[in-house]
């Protein structure tokens, strides 16, 4: 009886131990759902690499019958896209300049106008500067011209 007694004791820590260590039932619950989801997105990544698979071998052929027309046309639509692209940025740009030029000729002060006023006084004066350049330029030719004659 002692010995029972004895035997229960020692089993008793192990039993204790190795129940605090296994896991819980919400603890499985979790693993089973994200193992269960984890399997079904396997099966349908497998499911969708196969139907990919079999779709470029259904349509290689029909691309390669078809690509004197493909290939062409997906040319030409680019090249049509392109230019209605082009175009329209190109009307939305003139249309944005006739629209800020309108308003600086009023008087309404866009941005930018002091910018454009500043540098049109900067092109004033410095054609002031060449003017008064350009008269005291041709009599010192004339003078010079004159004097080695």
């Given at each position: 009886?002692?010995?029972?007694q004895?035997?229960?004791?020692?089993?008793q820590p192990?039993m204790?131990?190795?129940?605090?260590?296994?896991?819980?039932?919400?603890?499985?619950?979790r693993f089973l759902t994200?193992?269960?989801?984890g399997?079904?997105?396997?099966v349908?990544s497998?499911l969708t690499?196969?139907?990919?698979v079999?779709?470029?071998?259904?349509a290689?052929?029909l691309?390669?019958?078809?690509?004197?027309v493909l290939?062409?046309?997906?040319?030409?639509?680019g090249l049509?896209?392109?230019?209605?692209?082009f175009?329209?940025?190109c009307g939305?740009?003139?249309a944005?300049?006739?629209?800020?030029?309108?308003k600086?000729?009023?008087?309404?002060?866009?941005?930018?106008?002091?910018k454009?006023?500043y540098?049109?006084?900067?092109i004033?004066?410095?054609?002031?500067?060449?003017?008064?350049?350009?008269?005291?330029?041709?009599?010192?030719t004339?003078?010079?011209?004159?004097?080695?004659h």
């Open positions: 009886m002692a010995d029972q004895q035997q229960h004791q020692q089993q192990i204790k131990n190795l129940h605090e260590s296994s896991p819980s039932t919400r603890q499985i619950v994200a193992a269960t989801i399997l079904s997105l396997l349908l497998g690499l196969t139907g990919t079999i779709g470029l071998i259904v290689t052929p691309m390669v019958l078809f690509s004197p290939v062409p046309a997906v040319i030409t639509l049509l896209t392109m230019g209605f692209l175009s329209g940025g939305v740009a003139a944005t300049a006739l629209t800020w030029i309108y600086y000729v009023t008087g309404k002060h866009p941005m930018g106008a002091d454009v006023d540098a049109r006084m900067r004033a004066e410095k054609a002031k500067e060449l003017g008064h350049y350009a008269h005291s330029q041709p009599q010192q004339h003078q010079t011209t004159t004097t080695t």
